[in-house]
């Protein structure tokens, strides 16, 4: 079975642009949730979605924002991008009924 | 407020010896957690999870051990091989009970060489 996938792998944009990642999940996972790490940080969590509904959301500003569509794939979309936005974004995505959560490759974002 | 600690960024292992990476956790609520390898441009990967009500899972060369009353887990890795050189990541959620899995809480992650 494929993994995580995410989209695009490198993304380079300037300050006050937006940006959308995009996230499909492992097949049958019905839960995808997003993280930001930042350089020498572990990934810090930033949204869960489930059945397309919010399920938690992570210390970020509201420029941060996500959605989930009927097939589960997800994405997350940053507003007014600011220099500390760049990161490494992990899309992550779990079975219902289980705790373990596998992250896709990430998303590369860096912001000039 | 660092919830999930890794003390030590780094740590160093002959190939064929034991590797050991510690965790310690602040936060009481936690029930669930576990170990992530990461290689550079890669993202995590899986490696063992434990429950609160284990104190060990094993999984063929990993051993994650869980000593709640110290708020404390580590990874055994025996023996070490030079493909287990990594960035090694503790994590920890509190589990929902709803079908969905939790967030994670990490920590800042231990380096791990294994040299020949």
């Known amino acids: 079975d494929a993994g995580v996938t995410q989209s695009p792998t490198h993304l380079i944009k300037t300050r006050g642009q937006q940006v959308t990642l995009r996230c499909s999940p492992i097949?049958?996972?019905?839960?995808v949730s997003w993280y930001q790490q930042v350089l020498g940080q572990g990934p810090q969590f930033i949204f869960q979605?489930?059945?397309?509904?919010?399920?938690g959301r992570g210390n970020f500003p509201d420029r941060f924002s996500a959605r989930q569509f009927p097939n589960y794939s997800s994405e997350l979309n940053v507003n007014a991008l600011l220099l500390g936005d760049s990161a490494l974004y992990l899309c992550?995505?779990?079975?219902?009924?289980?705790?373990?959560?596998?992250f896709g490759p990430g998303t590369r974002l860096t912001v000039l | 407020d660092q919830q999930v600690k890794q003390n030590s960024p780094s740590l160093s292992v002959q190939e064929g010896r034991i590797s050991i990476l510690n965790c310690d956790y602040t936060?009481?609520?936690?029930?669930?957690f576990l170990w992530y390898k990461k290689y550079p441009a890669e993202g995590p990967t899986f490696l063992i999870s434990?429950?609160?009500?284990?104190d060990k899972n094993e999984d063929g060369r990993f051993t994650v051990f869980l000593n709640k009353s110290a708020k404390h887990l580590s990874l055994h890795i025996v023996p070490s091989q030079p493909g287990d050189s990594a960035v090694y990541f503790c994590?920890?959620?509190?589990?929902?009970?709803?079908?969905?899995?939790?967030?994670?809480?990490f920590g800042t992650g231990t380096r791990l060489q294994v040299t020949l």
């Open positions: 994590a920890a959620s509190r589990r929902r009970g709803t079908g969905t899995a939790s967030k994670l809480t």
């Open positions: 434990i429950s609160s009500i284990k």
């Open positions: 097949s049958g996972h019905k839960s």
């Open positions: 936060n009481s609520m936690f029930d669930y």
């Open positions: 992550a995505s779990s079975r219902q009924g289980t705790d373990t959560q596998y």
């Open positions: 979605y489930y059945e397309k509904e919010e399920r």
